[in-house]
Antibody, heavy 120, light 112 residues
Framework: EVKLLESGGGLVQPGGSLRLSCAAS????????MSWIRQPPGKAPEWLGV??????????EYNPSVKGRFTISRDNTQNILYLQMNTLRAEDTAIYYC???????????WGQGVMVTVSS | DIVMTQGVLPNPVPSGESASITCRSS???????????LNWFLQRPGQSPQLLTY???TRASGVSDRFSGSGSGTYFTLKISRVRAEDAGVYYC?????????FGSGTKLEIK
């Protein structure tokens, strides 16, 4: 059974940093693209970025809205996906999801999400 | 960025009836491989989004055949046949044709 479990969320002050983790199980982690997607309360999801699979060199792509502030990485020995978030702003407040990509960007499994609140 | 525009449903939809949700993209989602890179998701209240269809019309694993996706390069429809209470929630389309991947604003389905 595929499972994705995010952690690391919480309350952070504007300008602060946070690192989210997503523990993956139930599939061969290195075979799949993994994305981070966020959703402000009551709004539509926003794709943040992707880290590709082993076959594609674990390269990354980012949404310009977060490029330069957010970094996606993966630990392929422990099957963990990360999202490092720096210089956080109030508008970064959202539920953050990790999602597995079927044939790349078809997000077929999502975690339960973790809340990040940026406020003073 | 590709803008995804979703239609509004005349809610609530009576149980057992059909519902069609529309989505329009600002650019063609057809790639040179012939596939149309459009996903549909359902987000039930308090839950994570669930993939319903990808490549415009391919149902995801375990998804009921009451859900069917169709369309052209820029206009798409998700049809739900014989709606049931469990189909209630917000439906999102997403283009995965080019970066950044973008979602529509969502279409709410209520069941009567």
């Amino acid at each position: 059974e595929v499972k994705l479990l995010e952690s690391g969320g919480g309350l952070v002050q504007p300008g602060g940093s946070l690192r989210l983790s997503c523990a993956a199980s139930g599939f061969t982690f290195t075979d799949f693209y993994m994305s981070w997607i966020r959703q402000p309360p009551g709004k539509a999801p926003e794709w943040l970025g992707v880290i590709r699979n082993k076959a594609n060199g674990y390269t990354t792509e980012y949404n310009p809205s977060v490029k330069g502030r957010f970094t996606i990485s993966r630990d392929n020995t422990q099957n963990i996906l990360y999202l490092q978030m720096n210089t956080l702003r109030a508008e970064d407040t959202a539920i953050y999801y990790c999602a597995k990509g079927y044939y790349g960007y078809n997000h077929d499994y999502w975690g339960q999400g973790v809340m990040v609140t940026v406020s003073s | 960025d590709i803008v995804m525009t979703q239609g509004v449903l005349p809610n609530p939809v009576p149980s057992g009836e059909s519902a069609s949700i529309t989505c329009r993209s600002s650019k063609s989602l057809v790639y040179k491989d012939g596939k149309t890179y459009l996903n549909w998701f359902l987000q039930r209240p308090g839950q994570s989004p669930q993939l319903l269809t990808y490549w415009m019309s391919t149902r995801a694993s375990g998804v009921s055949d009451r859900f069917s996706g169709s369309g052209s390069g820029t206009y798409f429809t998700l049809k739900i046949s014989r709606v049931r209470a469990e189909d209630a929630g917000v439906y999102y389309c997403q283009q995965v044709r080019e970066y950044p991947l973008t979602f529509g604003s969502g279409t709410k389905l209520e069941i009567k």
